[in-house]
């Protein structure tokens, strides 16, 4: 598995465990915008960078997630952006 095949797999999961949906809808569905759709506070984008930072070894900026993140699928690209930055 590739490596943003892997941050999309951990971005399904962690986002159903957050905001209690199905891991599949989210899989389904990265059109999904964090705010409008899954109605994510600012409390809530914490746990998501912390488990990212975690599971992957690297630093991401809260305030530069929360604004570049607005859809599951930007939000998966935001970390691969930063894991290939970090770990190049």
């Not at 957050?18 to 964090?34: G, M, P, S, T, W």
């Not at 690297?58 to 290939?84: C, G, K, P, R, W």
């Amino acid at each position: 598995m590739d490596t943003k095949a892997q941050i999309a797999q951990a971005m399904d999961w962690i986002l159903a465990k957050i905001f209690l949906k199905d891991e599949a809808y989210i899989a389904d569905n990265h059109q999904l915008r964090l705010k409008e759709d899954l109605m994510a506070n600012s409390k809530q984008y914490f746990p998501i960078i912390s488990y990212f930072e975690d599971k992957f070894d690297i630093f991401m900026d809260y305030h530069v997630f929360q604004y570049s993140a607005t859809t599951v699928e930007s939000a998966i690209n935001y970390v691969l952006e930063e894991y290939n930055k970090q770990k190049a």
